[in-house]
């Protein structure tokens, strides 16, 4: 093993400056682009291996290829070759760093030093202004429905939107011998599109950081679909539950409101003022704090068609919970992950009188008709939980439906076991 | 440890020592004088050279440590042979290239690497040097803006005209790291530079791919960052170069570049839109075969890159979306907002709206192309926009958002609703009801009320 004398340089250095007397020295071999001798390629692919031994180990987090380690190992005790590779190091960008850093700069563009972390303020800035600006227009625009902007959009030299392609011309450039597996290309592409913003979940009141664009819908899944055991609706926060739960099962929080005290809670978190009514609370809702005006804690809601597929698996599922209830719900008030969402009331008056029959908490179903009657009609009230024909009744505006009528939801839902109304 | 671990740290430290071994070497032949003294010198330098070039981990540090740069800036001394700059030129580069503190050590070095620019130098050594230049020039901003203020501007790019094609490349190179920012002002300044203009346009029509590509980065910058270079630029006819290499070549690195400018050029200014691309014109058919080329490309930075540019083009008149929607891009389009990663889906949206609206005065909704929308929502697009809309980037959902209400405003027979809800829309709307930002919220809010309100679903 040779390796620490310093006598030896490679000595049969071919042509190399000492055999041409100056003429051939540099033949070609900086650039790598010139024509290459088979060793000096062999060891621009070693090199590159060094490179994906260290991208592997530090950008991805893999283990170190330890057969590698042992290979080039090797190559220092074994015979050298003639002459040692002169490829010189051309670096490309402003990551320039010759190994797998560089595209750990991809990744890491927080970590930019100082001056160019200006600029990524800046484009920050922008980018907070052209919010502002968009919300601007928004609010200038109609009731804060945003439109469509057909508009050229200009990007920075550096904006992380080119992250890709300047990461692209490096490995290019090296002539990426790199050859990444595919798993290996899906977590630099991965990395890529997640890279370029710090990203938190945008439920209020959350503010959990999102590992990846990917993961959101994870997040969003386990942490803001609380649902109640009771009658299974699903609401984005506890909080949220937990009001639902005292106002729609609790018989105390019914008595307390009974006797007149302020029950209702404001459902904006921090808010604290609560109502005696469930009425007032909305007006509460909608007068501080800008809720729209149909806005429905307990909706009735029609979910669509894709979520009574989903539905109906459920209940399947859950036979041992099954009543005539759950087989009868064909608007998914009884299952699962019945997101809550906006009351739509299009066959509000038939629907009702399909889940008042059914349900098994007439209290609770009281309260929602309640709800739903307030806003539907002035006048007649349905609360009875007997059979009823549901027949030509209207309400408010509606056309009447008649006996024939069939909620769309059956009607689409082919699945459902046929609910005439009785 | 593992005896692989072992066996290369006895490596290192060998490298190691021998690198201080030749920093010592390169110290005491400078103080040679004497027969034989200029030989030896080049004896050291090609030894610290070898070490500092080989295909592992070169020990730049260890060199840099044993105090290698100074003695180099004396090799680099004014009247020394060429051979000798050279060398030592080659050793700065490859020191330059590695972590930052290291390329900051050249620093003592950059007024003679500068200066070795000049037209008096061998053209090797110029071009040695300027392969340093451009590697210190591509560590940051702060380092660019030393070699600027030490005049490194001038020479380098005489030395992109040069006919020599190696030295192009590299000083063609070495400028667009130069160049790159975030201060526009040295891209302002580069392409007033009497005979750069001609030489990029003579480089990117006639030269090989290599210098083409280096040229074309230059392009990027300058369309990037300099107004003046814009405006010049689009009326030259680099852009039909452009065009015309983003055609013609398979070569993906050449590929890239040329993209990109072509889509700086036409973010940057509306000329190019507006009068350079007018339909009609075969530049613009070309441009669009180019576009579409790239967006059926196997490499996703160029789907990507020219999903952003295609959307600026749909961002203009009439006449511009009803060709670019006739064309193979609205089909590829669509399969890409429904496959393709987040940043292409993104992209892809911004071009497939753009396809549906014209815009209005303002404060008013924008009109709606409706043969556009419902073609293109028939041909399953929806998914991918309500996919937006479920996702944590404010901005995509934001573009989701104002999608659906091109739908359900503008699709026939007042089906949009139904559409929206059949992808679970709603769902994907009501989301918006806790989000923190008060915008999306009243605008998911105001949709749902308006589109899903009392009188929904009378009518069946």
Redesign the interface.
Known sequence: MD??S?GS??GAGGGE?ESSG?LR??GGR??T?EPMRAKEIA??E??LQ?DLKTFRETALGLAPN?AQ??R??DT??ATRPSR????????????????ATRIEAGRGMQQK????A??EE?TEAEEVGM?QA??AA?????????????????????DP??A??DM??EL??KHAALDLSEDERYQL?KM??AS??T???????CGAH?DG??N??DH?STRHTASCSVCWRVY??SRLLSIHISEAHDSFFQAKVARGFPMYECLVEGCGVKLKSYKSRQQHLVDKH??????EFFKKA?P????RHKNQQRQTVYKGEETRETLMDVDGKNTRHM????R????DPNELKENENNCKEPKHNEMEVDKQVDELTSAVSKLSTADSTPSSISFGH??SRGLTFVP?SIRQNKQVSKAEPK | MEEGDMVIDEEKACLEAKTVHAVEELKSALSNQGKGSQKKKIEVLRAMRHLLSQSEVPPVDAAVKAGVVPLLVQYLSFGSPNEQLLEAAWCLTNIAAGEPEETKSLLPALPLLIAHLGEKSSILVAEQCAWAIGNVAGEGAELRSKLLAQGALRPLTHLMLSNKGSTARTAAWALSNLIKGPDPKVANELIEIDGVPNAIIRNLEKADEELATEVAWVVVYLSALSERAISLIVRSSVPQLLIGRLLSSDNLQLLIPALRGLGNLVAGDGYMVDSLLTVGNNITGQALSGLIKCLKSDNRVLRKEASWALSNIAAGSFEHKKLIFASEATPLLVNLIANAQFDIRKEAAYTLGHLCVVPARSAEPPNIIVEHLVSIVDGGALPGFINLVRSADIESARLGLQFLELVMRGYPNGQGPKLVEMEDGIDAMERFQFHENEVMRNMANGLVDKYFGEDYGLDD
């Open positions: 390796c620490c310093s340089r490679n400056a100056g020295r540099w900086r650039k682009k060891h621009v070693k090199y060094a330890s380690i042992q080039s190992a220092c005790t040692p590779p002169t490829v010189r190091i051309r670096t490309i960008d402003r990551s320039r760093r010759r190994d030093p100082a001056a160019e200006i600029m800046e919010a968009t919300a928004a609010s200038a625009g109609l009731a804060g429905l945003g439109f469509w902007a057909a508009a050229r959009r200009r990007l920075a030299p550096d939107f080119f890709a392609g692209e011309r290019l450039a592409e890529d599109v370029a913003n990203l938190f979940c945008p439920i209020s009141g999102l664009l990917d959101f819908e969003y984005p926060t800008q809720f729209p005006k149909s806005f029609r669509s068609q894709h979520q997101n809550w969402r906006y739509r009331q299009q066959h509606r056309r769309r």
